[in-house]
């Protein structure tokens, strides 16, 4: 099964209260498109967490291995991947080129996690662009970031 995932992260103050949106499409093989929309706010993070957290959570939602296209107006994740950043980060153990901690490597972590069962490819899409998936799952994201029912981010520890 083929599934586009589509990615937007939201921070208000960076850090401060944030949330992801995230649209998932697939088609069934009658050729119905189905759409699952997925958000959650939180009280204080970052923006790269938000975006990372939207894919890690679109992708946990799958029940079944699938081909995933990423669509993300994070270059942060999208290069992560196409430019193996995570592959550097892996040899270095979770240190970057600077030789310093990997940030959010807690998520980046989990995003592998739930990477693995599935065939995955990253495309960056320019944010704000009139791209409407892009433009949905920003305003889930910000909807998250404003609205009530935000959780605290376990992981972020720069408060």
């Known amino acids: 099964m083929k599934v586009i995932l589509y990615s937007d992260g939201s921070s208000r103050g960076n850090p401060g209260p944030g949330g992801f949106g995230t649209v998932l499409h697939f088609t069934d093989s009658n050729g119905k498109l189905h759409t699952r929309e997925l958000s959650q706010g939180y009280t204080c993070t970052t923006n790269n967490r938000m975006e990372l957290l939207g894919v890690i959570t679109g992708l946990e939602a799958l029940k079944r291995p699938c081909t995933v296209e990423v669509h993300s107006d994070s270059q ?10 995570v ?17 959010n490597s807690d998520l980046w972590k989990r995003l592998l996690e ?5 065939n995955v490819s990253f495309h960056w899409v320019k ?6 998936e892009n433009e949905r799952c920003d305003e889930l994201a ?4 404003d609205g009530p029912g935000k959780i605290e981010d376990e992981g972020f520890t720069g408060k």
Request: glycine share 10%; hydrophobic share 30%.
């Open 127 to 132: 944010g704000h662009a009139g791209h409407p």
């Open 87 to 103: 592959e550097g980060w892996l040899k270095r153990g979770w240190k970057n080129s600077k030789k310093e901690p990997v940030k």
């Open 114 to 118: 739930a990477k693995k069962p599935h």
């Open 142 to 145: 910000t909807s998250a970031a």
């Open 76 to 85: 942060y994740v999208v290069n992560a991947f196409n430019q193996h950043w």
